[in-house]
């Protein structure tokens, strides 16, 4: 994240746009704002409309084409609305009309923001066949290629010549997500061959498919996840990629685009839930709706934070004769939670991007202990040094710098670990976040610090 | 991340082919290495290369074409590997011609993972238009526009017609990285237009390109900031985005699979900031790496403990008199620090994204320590009745509870405020990250705990 004047100029300009036509439909000016709005690009129009308020969208109901509201509609994934508002004051004509011309991911998505009753109505009102469709791509499991995919892509045979294919893909251009990429099917649908537009277009036109196709196809059962879909299509650098059930049938395709919006959400995820929040449009959320969600959480920490105290109260006695020995309980508990937390920083996002692997785990760990215990053994001797410096106590000074050393190692240890031992259990490993860590840390560091403590207790008093 | 069993078998069909590759090396069946090995995906290629040893790489430098060298070296971005050790050991000839057919971005980028003797030496064999246009690219900023752009992609003029469009882009269809966009440059090679090659295979081959481009280009500067093309082309849902210089030149443009990698990289880097790690790589760095890498930080958070330290200290004769009072810093000084890294966590993601604009920043704020101040008396009132059950000492569980209230609202504050600021001053926030965090809420929440307990200690002794 850097400041950039360049696009703030941008954006300056872009909403400058956008009061032109909020003023355009103010005043009534009907076909200069039907001109204007045909300009922007679809993601623009899509911005504008979610943009104004309710009064400026009914206006556009009326003068915006089907074509337009289903660019805007098919948006509505980067932009996130209520969509079952907007459903409400659009004429039901025109929704239907939208939803008929989006691609059918993008109305599978928008249609499952809706509420039942307004979903049925939609349903009710496209053709049956459409309907069928639509309902099967909501049937898949949530963040699954099934759920993602789209059903409108080139099919084409492997008897075509390039020269067929290539006018089948002229034919087939606006009815389709992308014609970049085709892939061949046999007369039983089984998926056995991709081209990209550019194959054919370099083949002769009188070749034959089955001669220049490549027969290696890499595709994706339509149960898989959408992360790993995004390695695969990552690591390929595919525009699309093919989804097939069980049978090898070709059944839809997975682009780029959709992709990207995979990347950049699962990144999120793991990123907020590594502060132990569960949801990405957090930032939006009123008060009640932030509360709510991060209170389960915070309840069980404040149980889990209860273990710590029960274990300090415990040491009560050590406490009452050495009460210095409190003004370290943070920092020590603190380091070990950061130190937890790196390693468990590394280990996720490791295991996220494909990185680092099982078998690689102890290794892994091994060389996370041993950097807890060099990076500790120097804080140690560091706070050794300032204790001595400030309150003339070597003793303590070495407790705590024991302390600390131990607590680092283990908590880079515990670290590294856990979230394999997630990923084992079936859990995910982000879940296993900062905060678990932080606890578990806590009472190991402060059940080594009290030990050490009460040991030595005689001389320190 | 969810374990798959489908993509382990396709792994391990992979795996299977390189060890089957790797056999015919060592048994030097050398006509049937050659063609199993052209049969693989480029990054098969690549990742295949990476994985044996240095002399199997020998072995390949001998057999395969600089074609493929090609394809080897060009998903080095993906695959990490020190490419000077590969650059030492291949014959100097095959590095030159490889380098020749790689696009120019990642070339530039191979490049850059040299040492210096190497990079001039590759230098000197190129031919000198390649070696300037090489070192011109990189000579732009790290992350910008300019350094992850390609030079080579398709302009036309806008008096072409659409027929002489399709058959220009055949004849560039071997040297550019995408023939699925085109841009429409004026004599001056001023960017007028673009058009993507489904566009012109739709138009009537007879029309003007200037009739049917799009001259609402959507464009990048040199100087951008990788992270803001990623926003914009995440927008569009853009293929390709076109860079100019200053004057509108066209000089390059960045495709959607350098996007991903990019998008990949930068969320990686804001989950490792906020663990106070700064590199990605650190999942592959050894024990000395790791450790002399997070020593910095370490040693900066043990001197900011000490601030924490040094307060309780002060509150020695508090604690010297209930020594219990200890027993609760972990719990309070642990909640501030989990909300403040919750607020911390969406404000950072909601810059990053650019779904939280700065005008919001207060009204953010605002929900935020709301949401901090419910939680917090939430959990404040069922720590009260834990400490009453298990210590019967209702006002220590007063002073707590108000205390833990007062913690988790300042840190809920100060979590979502401090990433705008570190943005003001021009600081990444992503590094404003939870270790810090955490320090400035233990200070505030220790102060506010000891202060009250202080106040009513006659009462509690």
């Known amino acids: 994240m850097k400041g950039n004047n360049n696009i703030l100029e941008r954006n300056n300009a872009l909403f400058n746009k956008y009061e032109a036509l909020l003023k355009m439909i103010q005043q009534g000016?009907?076909?200069?704002?039907?001109?204007?709005?045909?300009?922007?690009?679809?993601?623009?129009?899509?911005?504008?409309?979610?943009?104004?308020?309710?009064?400026?969208?009914?206006?556009?109901?009326?003068?915006?084409?089907?074509?337009?509201?289903?660019?805007?509609?098919?948006?509505?994934?980067?932009?996130?609305?209520?969509?079952?508002?907007?459903?409400k004051e659009m004429p039901s004509d025109f929704a239907r009309e939208a939803i008929l011309k989006m691609s059918d991911d993008d109305a599978t998505y928008v249609l499952n923001l809706l509420n039942n009753d307004q979903k049925s109505e939609i349903f009710n009102s496209l053709p049956e066949q459409k309907t069928n469709e639509l309902k099967n791509l909501m049937s898949y499991h949530h963040e699954t290629a099934g759920s993602i995919m789209t059903t409108e892509y080139i099919s084409i045979s492997p008897t075509m010549t390039?020269?067929?294919?290539?006018?089948?893909?002229?034919?087939?251009?606006?009815?389709?997500?992308?014609?970049?990429?085709?892939?061949?099917?046999?007369?039983?649908n089984e998926?056995?061959?991709?081209?990209?537009?550019?194959?054919?277009?370099?083949?002769?036109?009188?070749?034959?498919?089955?001669?220049?196709m490549n027969s290696n196809v890499i595709k994706i059962e339509s149960f898989i996840d959408q992360e790993e879909i995004a390695h695969v299509m990552r690591k390929y650098d595919f525009l699309a990629i093919p989804v097939v059930d069980n049978y090898n049938h070709l059944i839809g395709m997975i682009t780029v685009d959709d992709i990207i919006d995979v990347i950049d959400k699962e990144a999120n995820e793991d990123y907020l839930k590594m502060a132990a929040l569960d949801h990405v449009s957090d930032a939006e959320g009123t008060v009640i709706n932030r509360a709510t969600k991060r209170l389960p959480w915070l309840i069980l920490l404040t149980f889990l934070g209860m273990i710590t105290a029960t274990i300090l109260s415990s040491f009560e006695d050590t406490l009452a004769k050495v009460s210095l020995l409190a003004a370290f309980i943070p920092i020590i508990s603190g380091m070990s939670g950061n130190t937890g937390t790196q390693s468990l920083a590394v280990s996720v996002r490791g295991i996220s991007t494909g990185e680092m692997k099982k078998k690689n785990k102890f290794k892994h760990a091994l060389k996370e202990s041993t950097s807890g215990l060099i990076t500790g053994s120097i804080c140690g001797f560091i706070l050794f040094l300032v204790i001595v410096i400030i309150y003339n106590q070597p003793l303590l000074g070495l407790i705590v710098a024991i302390s600390l050393t131990i607590a680092m190692t283990v908590g880079t240890t515990i670290g590294s670990l856990i979230p394999f031992f997630m990923t084992k259990i079936g859990i995910d490993p982000a879940v296993a976040s900062g905060p678990f860590i932080t606890t578990i840390n806590d009472i190991v560091s402060m059940l080594v610090y009290f030990s050490l403590a009460t040991t030595f207790i005689s001389s320190l008093t």
């Open 29 to 87: 000016e009907n076909s200069q704002f039907i001109y204007s709005f045909s300009c922007l690009h679809p993601y623009e129009k899509s911005e504008f409309f979610f943009l104004v308020d309710e009064e400026e969208r009914l206006y556009m109901y009326r003068f915006l084409n089907s074509e337009e509201m289903a660019q805007v509609l098919s948006n509505a994934e980067s932009l996130k609305h209520d969509m079952s508002i907007v459903f």
């Open 162 to 188: 390039a020269g067929d294919a290539l006018k089948h893909i002229k034919s087939c251009s606006g009815k389709v997500q992308t014609i970049y990429v085709v892939y061949v099917v046999n007369n039983d």
């Open 191 to 212: 998926l056995i061959g991709v081209l990209s537009l550019r194959n054919i277009i370099n083949s002769d036109p009188a070749q034959r498919i089955s001669d220049v």
